[in-house]
């Protein structure tokens, strides 16, 4: 079936480091991938989306590309802030769902420390 | 953007008793709300679609007797896991799907069965 796998962390950075959150995905259609965001005690936020192959999604610094032919959407953001720190999740939208259905990563927990 | 609550935010309770959580859009309304659990350090999984005025779609492997969902209104989706037992202990995060088609999600609520 459809699969989102991401990369484990937890992922340390320093402020203002370069980030990289990989992310491969399968699929027998043509889905719609997204990140979510998790800060600590709140629900899951949209980050950004892309709804077909080289679509870019950027939102906040962030940004990813739909890569059809390697089957990614890595998450990047060129100078990270000590307030991205959070759990972030990879999904696709389930193409044969008529209710776009998500499946989720396991999720990458972020600390940027000062 | 839109506003999506859950209550209680984290429940404790003896082994065999029911466990309502309930859903609301607070400034949307929704006619489907989705629910999902999430085990430490796991994906979310989708448990269920809930659909107002009709009966929910349950994921396989999810049992609809001891999973109750009931949309009632296009702004509340409740779940009440009965007779719960330790191995119910988890994360429960709903979301409900605006138009045009996003979901947003609440904060989760964390059981905890003895």
């Known amino acids: 079936g459809d699969s989102v796998t991401q990369m484990e962390g937890p992922v340390t950075l320093s402020e203002e480091a370069f980030l990289t959150i990989n992310c491969t995905y399968t699929?027998?259609?043509?889905?719609?991938l997204f990140w979510y965001v998790q800060y600590p005690g709140e629900g899951l936020q949209l980050l950004l989306k892309?709804?077909?192959?080289?679509d870019k999604g950027s939102n906040k610094g962030f940004e990813a590309t739909y890569r059809k032919e390697t089957t990614s959407f890595h998450l990047e953001k060129g100078s990270v802030q000590v307030s991205d720190s959070a759990v972030y999740f990879c999904?696709?939208?389930?193409?044969?769902?008529?209710?776009?259905?998500?499946?989720f990563g396991k999720g990458t927990k972020l600390s940027v420390k000062p | 953007g839109a506003v999506v609550s859950q209550h209680p935010s984290w429940v404790i309770c003896k082994s065999g008793t029911s466990v309502k959580i309930e859903c609301r859009s607070l400034?949307?309304?929704?006619?489907?709300m989705f629910w999902y659990r999430q085990f430490p350090k796991q994906s979310l999984m989708l448990m269920a679609t809930?659909?107002?005025?009709?009966?929910?779609?349950?994921e396989q492997g999810v049992e609809k007797d001891k999973f109750l969902i009931n949309h009632a209104s296009l702004t509340l989706s409740t779940l009440t896991v009965t007779s719960a037992h330790p191995e119910d202990s988890s994360f429960y995060i709903c979301?409900?799907?605006?138009?045009?088609?996003?979901?947003?999600f609440g904060p989760g609520t964390r059981l905890l069965v003895l």
């Open positions: 979301s409900a799907r605006a138009t045009p088609p996003t979901q947003y």
């Open positions: 699929a027998t259609g043509y889905p719609s």
């Open positions: 892309a709804t077909k192959a080289d």
């Open positions: 999904a696709l939208s389930d193409p044969k769902g008529s209710q776009g259905n998500l499946i």
């Open positions: 400034d949307f309304q929704a006619t489907t």
């Open positions: 809930s659909n107002e005025g009709s009966k929910a779609t349950y």
